[in-house]
């Protein structure tokens, strides 16, 4: 059974750093191109950030473009977002998720989900 588990979400204020984390079991990790999105009440799930299986490509959205870094430990089996100088409009649920068959940022694409965990931050 494959799981996704986030860790690292809470309350930040404007202009502060926060490290998100997923772990990953039950899939071949380096299979999978691994991604990043959220999404805030009202809204929809917005892409954030994907890492290739083979952590040799990045790619993100334009409104985080600059100020968050993607990455992984394939030895880990782990997926790391780091999210710098953090606004209020970055407030919203994080979902690590994982896609077999290629690069994508649309979330249709992606195959399994984790459960979220709640960004906030305050100005």
């Known amino acids: 059974q494959v799981q996704l588990v986030e860790s690292g979400g809470g309350l930040v204020q404007a202009g502060g750093s926060l490290r998100l984390s997923c772990a990953a079991s039950?899939?071949?990790?380096?299979?999978?191109?691994m991604g990043w999105f959220r999404q805030a009440p009202g809204k929809e799930r917005e892409f954030v950030a994907s890492?290739?299986?083979?952590?040799?490509?990045?790619a993100y959205g334009d409104s985080v473009k600059g100020r968050f870094t993607i990455s992984r430990d394939n030895s880990k089996n782990t997926v790391h977002l780091q999210m710098n100088t953090l606004k209020p409009a970055d407030t919203a649920v994080y979902y690590c998720?994982?896609?077999?068959?290629?690069?994508?940022?649309?979330?249709?694409?992606?195959?399994?989900w984790g459960q979220g965990t709640q960004v906030t931050v305050s100005s």
């Open positions: 998720a994982a896609d077999a068959s290629g690069w994508s940022r649309f979330k249709d694409d992606y195959d399994y």
């Open positions: 039950g899939l071949t990790f380096r299979g999978y191109t």
């Open positions: 890492i290739h299986e083979s952590g040799a490509g990045t």
